[in-house]
C-alpha cells in the first residue's frame, strides 16, 4: 500500500467521521443531555414530604406579595452573560429545582427552576423572576423561559408548533398541573403588559425567542389551568415513552457510529501492517479444460506465478510467492471464480464472493492452499 494512498485514504475516514458528528451533533448531543438531565432531575426531586411542604409555603408567602405588589420584570430573561466561567455546580441547580415543563404535543420535557439567570436558562425552563411561582392557586400568573435553538438542547425550540386549546403541564414534586393555550402572540422583548395577574386564574406563560437563530421578538404561549384529565395522562405517558425510546435509540446508534469508526480504523492500521508483509499461497484447480486461462489478479493486473504446472487429470497446480495483503481475484477466462484477502499475520486466506454454480472449494490453513473443482 503506497504511502500516498495510505495519506488519503486515512484522511478521508477522518473527515467522513469529523463530518458526520458535525451534521448529526444537534440530535445525539441533545439526546444525551436529556438522558443525563432525567439522572440529574431523579436527584433533585430527592426531598422530604417536610422540605417539600416548606418549599410550598413559602412559594405561596412570595406569590402572596407579588400578586399586592404586582408583577415587576425588570429586563429582558434572555439578555443574561455567558456562563462560560460559571461555577455554580450542581447543588446550587438542585436547590432551585422547582419541577418538569412537559409538552406532550412536542414531546419535551425539560427541568424547572425557580430562578432566572445564565446557568438555569443552559440547562432548563425558569421562572422569570418578578412573577408567580407555579404553585395551582388562583389570582398567580407564572411566566416560564427558555432558550430556543441552543445546539446543545431542545428546550423551547418546538414551542411555535403548540395551537390554542393545546394542553402543556408542570410536574411539580407533589402534583401536576395542566394548562390549556388560550393565547399565542409575538411581542417586543420589553412588552409585558398581556403579562398580568388577572383575579380568580390560574395562568402560566411559556417565553421564547423568535424569529429562529434572530431572537428579535418574543413568543409568549399562555394557558390557563385546567385539570388533569385521564385522557391528558394517557398522552402525556404515550409521548414520554415515545421520547425515552427516540432518546435511547440515537444514543445507541451514535456509540455504535463511533465502534464502527474504531473498528474500521484498526481494521485500516491493520491492512497497513499487513501490507508490509509477503505471503505464499498454492491453487489447485480441477476440472479445467487446456485452453482454459486461470489467474491470479491484483487491481486488473495479472500476478506473476512462481509455478505452474499441470498434473494428473488435468488439473492445475499454480504457486504464488510474494503475494500482497491487498484484494485478490481468481479469474477463469476473465471471469471471476472469487475473492481472497490475507486475514492475519499467520497468512492466513480469508475467501468471500464466490462463484457457487461455478465452482467449489476447499482452504487448507496449514499448507496456504485452496483446493477448486470446477463443476
Known amino acids: 500500500m503506497a504511502k500516498k494512498n495510505v495519506k488519503s485514504q486515512l484522511l478521508i475516514r477522518i473527515i467522513f467521521f469529523t463530518g458526520t458528528l458535525v451534521m448529526f451533533y444537534p440530535f445525539y448531543i441533545n439526546s444525551l443531555n436529556n438522558f443525563i438531565d432525567s439522572i440529574r432531575i431523579e436527584n433533585y426531586q430527592e426531598k422530604s414530604k417536610q422540605e417539600l411542604k416548606k418549599q ?16 415587576t420584570m425588570t429586563e429582558d430573561v434572555f ?15 438542585k436547590k432551585h429545582y422547582l419541577g418538569k415543563v412537559n409538552i406532550p404535543k412536542i414531546r419535551i420535557e425539560v427541568p424547572l427552576f425557580d430562578t432566572t439567570n445564565s446557568r438555569t436558562l443552559d440547562v432548563g425552563a425558569t421562572v422569570v423572576d418578578g412573577t408567580s411561582y407555579p404553585v395551582g392557586e388562583k389570582n398567580n400568573h407564572a411566566v416560564i423561559s427558555a432558550h430556543r435553538g441552543l445546539p446543545n438542547r431542545e428546550l423551547f425550540t418546538h414551542l411555535p408548533k403548540l395551537k390554542k386549546k393545546d394542553i402543556f403541564l408542570l410536574e411539580l414534586p407533589d402534583e401536576t398541573l395542566a394548562y390549556e393555550v388560550k393565547n399565542i402572540s409575538v411581542v417586543e422583548p420589553n412588552e409585558t403588559s398581556s403579562l398580568l395577574i388577572v383575579d380568580n386564574q390560574d395562568l402560566v406563560t411559556l417565553v421564547t425567542c423568535t424569529p429562529y437563530m434572530i431572537n428579535s421578538h418574543r413568543l409568549l404561549v399562555t394557558g390557563k389551568r385546567v385539570p388533569y384529565q385521564n385522557k391528558v395522562k394517557k398522552d402525556k405517558k404515550k409521548q414520554d415513552k415515545f421520547r425515552k425510546l427516540k432518546e435511547i435509540l440515537i444514543i445507541i446508534l451514535s456509540i455504535g457510529f463511533i465502534l464502527f469508526f474504531i473498528f474500521n480504523l484498526v481494521n485500516f492500521f491493520k491492512r497497513i501492517n499487513l501490507s508490509k508483509r509477503k505471503f505464499k499461497l498454492t491453487i489447485k484447480v480441477t476440472g ?29 497446480i499454480l504457486k504464488y510467492s510474494n503475494l500482497s495483503s491487498d484484494e485478490l481475484e481468481l479469474n477463469l477466462n476473465n471471469s471471476l471464480l472469487l475473492k481472497i484477502r490475507v486475514k492475519n499475520k499467520k497468512g492466513d486466506f480469508k475467501i468471500y464472493k464466490v462463484d457457487q454454480k461455478a465452482l467449489k472449494y476447499s482452504y487448507n490453513n496449514n499448507k496456504n492452499e485452496i483446493k477448486i473443482n470446477l463443476r
Do not use: F, H, W
Open 288 to 316: 479445467a479444460c487446456l485452453n482454459d486461462k486461470v489467474d491470479l489478479y491484483i487491481t486488473n493486473k495479472k500476478i506473476k506465478k512462481t509455478g505452474n504446472r499441470i498434473g494428473k487429470n488435468n488439473k492445475r
Open 56 to 71: 410550598r409555603e413559602e412559594l405561596v408567602e412570595k406569590n402572596k406579595k407579588i400578586a399586592e405588589s404586582g408583577m
Open 79 to 93: 439578555n443574561q452573560p455567558s456562563t462560560k466561567n460559571d461555577n455554580r455546580d450542581d447543588i446550587y441547580l
